[in-house]
C-alpha cells in the first residue's frame, strides 16, 4: 500500500521514525537533481541532498501542510544549495567542474535525429541551452529529462498543477528546439563562409 505524503509526514509527527524512509525514496532523485542544479558540477550534490533530508526531518513539526511536503522540501533544498555554495565558494573558485551527466534532452526535447550519436560538446552545447532558460523553466527540465520523472512527481515536488508542469516543458520544449535551430544556422553560414574563403583563396 502506497502512503501520501500527509499520512507519512504524520506517522513521523506522531514518532515513527521509520515512516520518514518511504519519504527520502520518493523525493530523492528530484532533491539530487535539485542540488545538482543548483550547486553546480562540483561533487557536492550529495552532501547537500543528505543535508536537505536532515534538516527536513529536524524540522516536520513546523510544516504547516503535510500534503504539500515535496515543495517544502524542495525549497530546504534550494537553502541547502546555496548555504553549501557560501561555505565553498574560495575552493570552488580553482576548481574543475565534473562533467555532466548524459542524457537524452536531444532525442526527448529537441527532437534531433542525429542524437543517438551526439558527441560530448553537443551534450554540453545543450546543457548550456539548458542553463540560458528563464530560470522558472531549468528546474522542470531537469527534473524531467535528467532525472526522467513524471509529470506528477515534479508536480508533487515543485507544487505547481500537472497543467503549469506541462505547459512549462512545451514552452522550454519550443526555446530550446529554436536555440537549436539558431546554433545550426549559425555554424552552417560559418561554414559556407570558410568554405568561400577557401576557394576564393585557391582560385587567386
Same mark, same amino acid.
Given at each position: 500500500?502506497?502512503?501520501?505524503?500527509?499520512?507519512?509526514?504524520?506517522?513521523?509527527?506522531?514518532?515513527? @521514525?521509520?515512516?520518514?524512509?518511504?519519504?527520502?525514496?520518493?523525493?530523492?532523485?528530484?532533491?539530487? @537533481?535539485?542540488?545538482?542544479?543548483?550547486?553546480? +558540477?562540483?561533487?557536492?550534490?550529495?552532501?547537500?541532498?543528505?543535508? *536537505?533530508?536532515?534538516?527536513?526531518? +529536524?524540522?516536520? %513539526?513546523?510544516?504547516? $501542510?503535510?500534503?504539500?511536503?515535496? *515543495?517544502?522540501?524542495?525549497?530546504?533544498? #534550494?537553502?541547502?544549495?546555496? &548555504?553549501?555554495?557560501?561555505? &565553498?565558494?574560495?575552493?570552488? =573558485? &580553482?576548481?574543475?567542474?565534473?562533467?555532466?551527466?548524459?542524457?537524452?534532452?536531444?532525442? $526527448?526535447?529537441?527532437?534531433? %535525429?542525429?542524437? *543517438?550519436?551526439?558527441?560530448?560538446?553537443?551534450?554540453?552545447?545543450?546543457?548550456?541551452?539548458?542553463?540560458?532558460? %528563464?530560470? =522558472?523553466?531549468?528546474? %522542470?527540465?531537469?527534473?524531467?529529462?535528467?532525472?526522467?520523472?513524471?509529470?506528477?512527481?515534479?508536480?508533487?515536488? #515543485?507544487?505547481?498543477?500537472? $497543467?503549469?508542469?506541462?505547459?512549462?516543458? &512545451?514552452?522550454?520544449?519550443?526555446?530550446? =528546439? $529554436?536555440?537549436?535551430?539558431?546554433?545550426?544556422?549559425?555554424?552552417?553560414? /560559418?561554414?559556407?563562409?570558410?568554405?568561400? /574563403?577557401?576557394?576564393?583563396?585557391?582560385?587567386?
Amino acid at each position: 500500500m502506497r502512503h501520501s505524503d500527509e499520512e507519512l509526514v504524520y506517522r513521523c509527527l506522531e514518532g515513527d @521514525a521509520e515512516a520518514f524512509a518511504p519519504l527520502v525514496r520518493r523525493y530523492q532523485h528530484a532533491v539530487y @537533481a535539485t542540488a545538482s542544479h543548483y550547486a553546480g +558540477r562540483y561533487g557536492g550534490a550529495e552532501d547537500i541532498a543528505q543535508e *536537505a533530508f536532515w534538516a527536513a526531518y +529536524r524540522c516536520l %513539526p513546523q510544516l504547516k $501542510d503535510p500534503a504539500h511536503f515535496g *515543495a517544502w522540501l524542495k525549497g530546504i533544498t #534550494t537553502r541547502m544549495a546555496a &548555504n553549501w555554495l557560501r561555505r &565553498n565558494a574560495p575552493r570552488l =573558485r &580553482n576548481e574543475t567542474p565534473l562533467p555532466r551527466r548524459r542524457a537524452a534532452f536531444a532525442q $526527448d526535447i529537441l527532437q534531433a %535525429p542525429h542524437a *543517438a550519436r551526439a558527441e560530448e560538446e553537443e551534450y554540453e552545447a545543450i546543457h548550456r541551452m539548458v542553463d540560458a532558460l %528563464p530560470e =522558472r523553466y531549468q528546474l %522542470p527540465v531537469v527534473l524531467r529529462y535528467v532525472q526522467e520523472l513524471s509529470y506528477e512527481e515534479i508536480s508533487r515536488f #515543485t507544487g505547481e498543477s500537472y $497543467d503549469e508542469i506541462r505547459g512549462v516543458l &512545451n514552452r522550454a520544449g519550443k526555446m530550446l =528546439r $529554436d536555440s537549436l535551430a539558431e546554433q545550426q544556422r549559425g555554424e552552417l553560414n /560559418s561554414d559556407q563562409s570558410q568554405e568561400a /574563403s577557401e576557394w576564393h583563396r585557391a582560385s587567386k
